[in-house]
């Protein structure tokens, strides 16, 4: 089992960057693949990014912006969004998967949520 937390949500304008971190506690976060997601009022939760063993998948939304990685020393997980826009603002979402090779961008395929953090973008 493995505890999530998201840390470094906040407000930027547009334009701007910001970086989230998740960091897993309990198991090891290298024995998951890890993603984000990320919730807007009014919309359903959609899939941002994920890593596993395979490598990495953005959404088209966030390609050429964000960028995941991931530090297993630290048992932490990346999220550098940058070039931010205001359709961006959501609560951020990290999970973890126990699909390590397979990119999972259905949210049914996480096995373990942190609480969220919010990033909100002004025009």
């Known amino acids: 089992q493995v505890q999530l937390v998201e840390s470094g949500g906040g407000l930027v304008q547009a334009g701007g960057s910001l970086r989230l971190s998740c960091a897993a506690s309990?198991?090891?976060?290298?024995?998951?693949?890890m993603g984000w997601f990320r919730h807007a009022p009014g919309k359903e939760r959609e899939f941002v990014v994920c890593i596993s063993r395979g490598g990495t998948n953005y959404a088209d939304s966030v390609k050429g912006r964000f960028a995941i990685s991931r530090d297993n020393t630290k048992n932490t997980l990346y999220l550098q969004m940058n070039r931010l826009k205001p359709e961006d603002t959501a609560v951020y979402y990290c999970?973890?998967?126990?699909?390590?090779?397979?990119?999972?961008?259905?949210?049914?395929?996480?096995?373990?949520w942190g609480q969220g953090t919010q990033v909100t973008v002004s025009s």
């Open positions: 309990g198991r090891t976060s290298s024995a998951y693949s």
């Open positions: 999970a973890a998967s126990t699909e390590i090779w397979r990119w999972v961008t259905d949210e049914s395929g996480y096995d373990y």
